[in-house]
């Protein structure tokens, strides 16, 4: 089904690797030292995993000299965890505090590695900050607001092209969650309420081996649907229905990202042109996507099957996205992304058209970037659009 299980969390050799090429880009971009304070980018150089960060009460910030390993500044109630991490310097304070939520202890050790220098932070899109507003408008105070730059396109560079570790978590997910879309004939069925429907797939999905399923949308109706963010309703699927459902499963802190469509009983027309029009679009990101190639170069690639097919894209704004520690991640496949693509980057591919009215459907598969183009991270979905007929 998903293949031998890979070991979990990766070996001090693919820290040491990840903080070298930091410390490089720093020296080039003139940072002193890094201050980070959301969870992908603290568990990317420390491995510190956790769903405490689903709290929003505690700050948590990790200090990246230009020499030396990172300093992890964190609450005393993630000390024990840290302490399993490849990090040695950990200071703690016991949070939350009336009046000092860490900001001591981090100015302090900014202070220590940085002295007058230049502190790089995330500030660009996609990234935000993971402190209240008046601690950090305390810190900057009292090192000086001129000294903090933004270290958002230095950190996309260094989180877009991941290790064959890496790579290999995404993959096993994604094996996991191709496993749980090949059982929909078991899983769906006319008449099901969608929201046993989603249900029904997380379940599956856990018991493939996949440590959560945070995320799942979709969508169903005659010919296509018209909203996938909502919750699902309890509206029983029927006959015509086009069910859509989009994942974001976890393995060891890794996400796969991508949806597959079924045809309830029976499909239109619009729905099985559909289907062979995104299909098709996605063959054309698939050969599109070698180093060298801009993401725009993908979005124009499948872009233009859909058009030249006579179909409406969604409007969605892009075409697919990084994927990583986060179910979306930076680069962005758009018409103005000038992003080129490099051997380790892992991509969604996720054209989208309009069928009838304001309905859509959208498909969408996993890529990595190598040396002789792209390798499917999923198993690819049916050329006809998949019919789910009772038993």
């Given at each position: 089904m998903s293949g031998e299980t890979p070991e979990r969390g990766f070996p001090e050799r693919e820290f040491e690797n990840r903080l070298e090429r930091a410390q490089f880009a720093m020296a080039e971009?003139?940072?002193?030292?890094?201050?980070?304070?959301?969870?992908?980018?603290?568990?990317?150089?420390?491995?510190?995993l956790t769903q405490f960060w689903q709290s929003p009460t505690r700050p948590w910030f990790l200090v990246v000299p230009a020499q030396g390993k990172p300093i992890a500044v964190i609450p005393e109630?993630?000390?024990?965890?840290?302490?399993?991490t490849w990090l040695d310097d950990i200071r703690t304070w016991a949070s939350p505090h009336p009046t000092d939520d860490g900001v001591t202890l981090l100015r302090e050790a900014l202070r220590e590695v940085a002295g007058e220098g230049v502190i790089g932070t995330p500030m660009g899109r996609e990234s935000h900050l993971r402190m209240p507003l008046k601690d950090f408008k305390r810190l900057t105070d009292?090192?000086?607001?001129?000294?903090?730059?933004?270290?958002?396109?230095?950190?996309?560079?260094?989180?877009?092209?991941?290790?064959?570790?890496?790579?290999?978590?995404?993959?096993?997910?994604?094996?996991?969650?191709?496993?749980?879309?090949?059982?929909?004939?078991?899983?769906?069925?006319?008449g099901q309420p969608l929201s046993d429907a989603f249900r029904a797939f997380k379940t599956k999905c856990l018991e493939f081996g996949a440590d959560d399923v945070p995320y799942l949308v979709g969508g169903a109706g005659l010919g296509g649907y018209d909203d996938v963010i909502s919750p699902p309703s309890d509206a029983p699927l029927a006959r015509g229905d086009v069910l859509m459902l989009d994942t974001g499963a976890v393995f060891d802190g890794y996400f796969c990202d991508f949806d597959r469509n079924y045809a309830i009983g029976e499909a239109d027309d619009a729905a099985k042109r559909a289907h062979d029009i995104l299909f098709l679009a996605v063959?054309?990101?698939?050969?599109?996507?070698?180093?060298g190639a801009t993401c725009s170069d993908l979005y124009n690639a499948m872009r233009g099957v859909i058009a030249e097919a006579g179909g409406a894209d969604g409007d969605v704004g892009r075409l697919g996205h990084g994927l990583g520690m986060q179910l979306t991640e930076w680069p962005s496949l758009t018409d103005f992304d000038e992003t080129v693509l490099e051997p380790g980057m892992v991509l969604t591919l996720e054209p989208a058209t309009r069928t009838v009215g304001s309905r859509i459907m959208v498909h969408e598969e996993n890529i990595?970037?190598?040396?002789?183009?792209?390798?499917?991270?999923?198993?690819?979905?049916?050329?006809?659009?998949?019919?789910?007929?009772?038993?």
């Open positions: 971009a003139g940072f002193n030292a890094l201050l980070l304070t959301s969870e992908p980018e603290v568990r990317y150089f420390s491995g510190f109630i993630g000390a024990a965890l840290m302490r399993k009292a090192l000086g607001r001129e000294r903090f730059r933004d270290a958002s396109p230095m950190i996309r560079k260094l989180r877009m092209v991941k290790s064959e570790a890496e790579i290999t978590k995404i993959t096993h997910i994604c094996a996991i969650a191709s496993s749980t879309f090949e059982a929909g004939a078991e899983l769906f069925r006319e063959e054309a990101g698939i050969a599109a996507a070698r180093p990595v970037v190598r040396d002789d183009g792209a390798e499917l991270l999923t198993r690819r979905t049916p050329r006809e659009l998949p019919m789910l007929t009772a038993p």
